[in-house]
């Protein structure tokens, strides 16, 4: 993976998105279905893409709203529905075309009363809110948000009853239908002029913030971060929690300071990311650098993306916390620190995650449930409250409330972020102190990713392999113990293939919106093993590529 000269450093000019011309591309363009690359495609959260490619256009989300419309009768869904979007450019143009059908088909819609932005978890939070209880007349949700991808990105999800992420057979019906209206002119689609859409009997101002922000005590031990007087610095790097962290600060009474309160879809200030393209993810230290050299200003920080389902923190102690890092603190403490929490509650994390969490786990007597990559494989078990705790290895997770009790069943950014704000206040020791502790207890994992070029046939074959494809009994020098296509929690097939031995494992899968495939590895003995892990596995996919 090549670094860019220009990461970490400020934006240049000319990496800047035209606004007027994005938006102009959004209601102009016209996509051409018979190419896949401008046909309704559902990845692992939502239909996204950039509308001077025509890949997300006016047209796009005319025609998967109405899909959507179509779903929730089929499936007798009829109560509210809650709508938020973020601050990328597109997302308000696509806002406008969803009320437009939403209004046409009679949807009860609810609108931010304060016309503002609406974080990913908070639309999670009031679609199981309004549903606790209830057994018809269920809400469901629209999320507009291409998440941390770059400014030209616009995307747009859907939320079951269940709030979290749809889950592939529904997507894969909302796509279906929507790429049938759009091959077939729109003919189908109901619409409303967007003034009108907006002054229906049916569309419904809510107060999100206020909804969210005052059951916050219910997840987060927020007394306890006032009462310390722990310094807190917050960037919500441009996204949809900007008005949010304020709130928080001002009705719990925190000492807490947001850095920047910038709501600009160029994103003009933020750090370019590792590959010199501006984005917005909050687990990266290039795309954090603002954020990690204020580090000495605060006792605990932190910095969610653009549509608040990430986190990301800066510890005063050890700066930006690698992902796997911090989710391994936040497990340690979260389950040592929840006594209303049953001893059945298990952990939850996908099959890329550092095995570090694994010997956390196993220390603290609970059951792991390893499951593929995608936060939708948590939604069950959080909604039960048989899993305390999802995390995923790119800075996703949620987690339970204190009673025991579901809080979101999507990613949630603030929590954790609060979290660590907790974990600071309650025990005098930031998050990057805690996990120094846990390697002193269970060695330092060394972890990586590498992307490579693959093509849409060989992603396929990738995704379709089975352990006999690995013919070697060992890896870098160790026995192999486990050849997995299935997660180890759920049997659910990870779309690829791990490998794993007593100190390292590799897993390869291909990716689902590039024509990339991913190879994470682990090693707990060094670089060198780390290297060698990477290497072979190299090997055993390009092999298994090359040979159909």
Known sequence: MEISKFAGKPADPSLLINVPRLVSAYYTRRPDPSLPEQRVVFGTSGHRGSSPDNAFNETHILAITQAICLYRKQQSVDGPLYIGMDTHALSEPAFASAMEV???????????????????????????????????????GIVITPSHNPPRFGGFKYDPPHGGPADTHVTEWIERQANGLVAEGLRGVARFP?????????AHPYKYLNSYVSDLPSAVDLEAIRESKVHVGVDPLGGASVAYWDAIGDRYGLNLEVVNHSVDPTFRFMTVDWDGQIRMDPSSVYAMASMVGLKDRFDVAFASDTDADRHGVVSHSHGLLEP???????????????????????????????????????????????????????????????????????????????????????KDGLVPNLLAAEITARTGKDPGE??????????????????????????????????????????????????????????????????????????????GTENIYKIYAESFKNESHLDAIVSEAQEIVNKALAHP
């Open 102 to 140: 939403l209004a046409a088909n009679s949807v009860d819609v609810m609108v931010d009363a304060d016309h503002g932005y609406t974080p990913t978890p908070v639309i999670s939070h009031a679609i199981l809110t309004y549903n606790r209880g209830r057994k018809s007349g269920l809400a469901d």
């Open 194 to 202: 967007f003034e009108r859409a907006r002054s229906v009997p049916t």
């Open 324 to 410: 796997n890092h911090y989710l391994s603190v936040a497990i340690s403490y979260l389950f040592a620190n929840r006594p209303q929490w049953s001893p059945t509650v298990a952990v939850g994390k996908t099959v890329v995650s550092s095995s570090m969490i694994d010997r956390v786990v196993k220390k603290l007597g609970r059951k792991l449930v390893e499951v593929p990559v995608g936060f939708k494989w948590f939604v069950e078990g959080l909604i039960d409250g048989s899993l305390g705790f999802g995390g995923e290895e790119s800075s996703g997770a949620s987690f339970l409330r204190r009673d025991g009790t579901v809080w979101t069943t999507d």
């Open 434 to 511: 805690h996990y120094q502790k846990l390697t002193a207890d269970f060695g330092i994992p060394y972890y990586t990713r590498i992307d490579a070029p693959a093509t849409p046939d060989q992603k396929t074959r990738l995704e379709k392999l089975s352990p006999e494809a690995v013919t070697t009994p060992s890896l870098a020098g160790e026995r192999i113990k486990e050849r997995l296509t299935r997660a180890p929690g759920d049997g659910a097939t990870i779309g690829g293939l791990k490998v794993v031995t007593a100190n390292g494992w590799f897993a390869a899968r291909p990716s």
